[in-house]
C-alpha cells in the first residue's frame, strides 16, 4: 500500500445504488460502476477507489447470515490490499449488519464504515452522495502513518457512529439512525471533527485479522408487553432448538413479579436456555436489581445486557454461539464488552 489511502468499496443493495423508473415510479438497482462514473465528486478525494458488488444486489430485508459471511469475506480477502473499506447496504437492517461484522471481524486495525441513503442517489434532493463521499473520506483518514478509525461503524446524516451502538429510528427522516447510548465517533460540518477519546483502538499486539463466519441462529427476541399470557410465554420458550432468548423487558430492566412468569423463566433457564435481559427503552441500560420488578429477575440469574442495543443484543448471542462458548461461560462472557458493544463492567 502506498502512501495515497486505497478504499474498497462494497455494493450489498439497497435505496443507494437504485434509480427510478419515471414510467412505472418504481426503484430499480443500477449499473453500480456506472453509478460511480456519475459522481465526478469522487475524484477529489484524496484516495484510490475500487469496487466490489454483490452477484445479486438484495434489499436489506433479505438479509441473513450467509450475506453477512460474503461481506465478511471480501474483507478478509483484500484486507492487506486496502487501508480502508466503505459497505452500501440498505438502511433497515444496517445496524444489525454492523453489529455482527464488529464481531466476527476480530483484531481489526481499519475502518470498515456501513452507510446508505434514505433516497436514491440520482434523486434531486438526494442524501446519497453525502453520505458516500463523506464515508470515503472518513475510511481514508490517516494519523501517522495508521488508520484513525479501527473499529466497524455507521456512518449517516453527518455523523459517525460504532456500528454496534447504532438502531434505525426513523423510515422518513434523513437522520434515521441513532447511537442512544455512546456518543458519535465524528462529526461532518465544515470540517470533520474526530471524537478521538471515543474511537475503539485495536488491541491485537500483533494478532492479525481473525474473521469468524460461524454464526449461530438459534436465538429469539420476545418483546414484553402488558397482558402477555403464560401461553405465549411458554410457547417461545419452547420453541425447537432455541438457545438463545434476547427478552426486551420495561425501564431499567424491569418485569411482571407474578409467580407464573419467574417460575416459567426459570424452568427455561435450568434446562439451558440462555436468557439475555435488555431494555426495550430508545436509550438507557438495564441495571438489574435497581427495582424490585428485576430482582427476581437477577435471582434466577438472567443475563445482565446492560445499554446493549436489541440488535447488537442478537448479533452477539448468534457469534458466542459459533464460536462454541461453554453454557456456564456464556453468561460471563456475554456481560463483558468485547468490541465496545456494551458499557464496561
Known sequence: MGSTPNILLIYTGGTIGMVKDYESNALKAY?????????????????????????????SSNMNIE??????????????????????HGSDTM?????????????????????????PIGDLRTDAKENLITSIQIAALQKMGKPVIQEVCLYFEYKLYRGNRTTKINAEHFEAFSSPNYPPLVESGVNLKIQYPY????????????????????????????????????????????????????????????????????NAIKKGLHIINVTQCAGGSVIMGHYETSKKLSQIQLIDGKDITTEAALAKAMYLLGAGITDALFKTVFETALRGEMQEN
Not at 456519475?38 to 458488488?53: A, D, F, V
Not at 484486507?79 to 459497505?87: E, L, M, P, R, T
Not at 456501513?114 to 433516497?119: A, D, E, F, P, R
Open 31 to 59: 449499473d453500480f460502476q456506472e453509478l460511480l462514473d456519475n459522481i465526478p465528486e469522487l475524484g477529489q478525494l484524496s484516495c484510490n477507489i475500487s469496487s466490489r458488488t454483490f452477484k445479486t444486489p438484495i434489499d
Open 199 to 266: 474511537l475503539l483502538r485495536s488491541k491485537k499486539n500483533g494478532k492479525i485479522l481473525t474473521v469468524h463466519t460461524q454464526m449461530d441462529t438459534h436465538v429469539g427476541l420476545l418483546k414484553l408487553f402488558p397482558g402477555i399470557t403464560k401461553n405465549l410465554l411458554e410457547a417461545v420458550l419452547t420453541t425447537p432448538n432455541l438457545k438463545v432468548l434476547v427478552l426486551e423487558t420495561y425501564g431499567a430492566g424491569n418485569a411482571p413479579t407474578d409467580d407464573w412468569f419467574i417460575l416459567t423463566l426459570k
Open 95 to 119: 445496524s444489525y449488519s454492523a453489529a455482527a461484522l464488529s464481531f466476527m471481524l476480530e483484531h481489526l486495525s481499519k475502518p470498515v464504515i456501513l452507510t446508505g441513503s434514505q433516497l
Open 67 to 88: 450475506y453477512w459471511v460474503e461481506m465478511a469475506l471480501l474483507i478478509k480477502e483484500n484486507y492487506s490490499s486496502f487501508d480502508g473499506f466503505v459497505i452500501l
